[in-house]
């Protein structure tokens, strides 16, 4: 079992920044794509953005130009740095990451951290 341990969430004004991180834990064999998705009230759960272990991203039209994804492998975690942040961003924000087990992926869930982008 893999764990994921994500930080950093809070409460920031409009244009403000935050930096979300997520760290993977456990019975690791080779993390491979780890992403950020996130769900406000009322919405479906969305992909924020992606990166594979070669540092290929992927990112959602909403936050292209605003938020960055980057990757430690060494210490198998993810951040998420995100600027300009809007009211639109607020949501709870979820790291997921796909183990490679040598014959198959397994998917894992953190628990999510809030973010709420306010005056």
């Known amino acids: 079992q893999v764990q994921l341990v994500e930080s950093g969430g809070g409460l920031v004004q409009p244009g403000g920044s935050l930096r979300l991180s997520c760290a993977a834990s456990?019975?690791?064999?080779?993390?491979?794509?780890m992403s950020w998705y996130r769900q406000a009230p009322g919405k479906e759960r969305e992909l924020v953005a992606s990166i594979g272990s070669g540092g290929s991203t992927n990112y959602g039209d909403s936050v292209k130009g605003r938020f960055t994804i980057s990757r430690d492998n060494p210490k198998n975690t993810v951040y998420l740095q995100m600027n300009s942040l809007k009211p639109e961003d607020t949501a709870v924000y979820y790291c997921h990451a796909y183990d490679w087990d040598g014959s198959k992926y397994a998917g894992y869930w953190g628990q999510g951290t809030q973010v709420t982008v306010s005056s």
């Open positions: 456990g019975s690791i064999f080779s993390i491979n794509v």
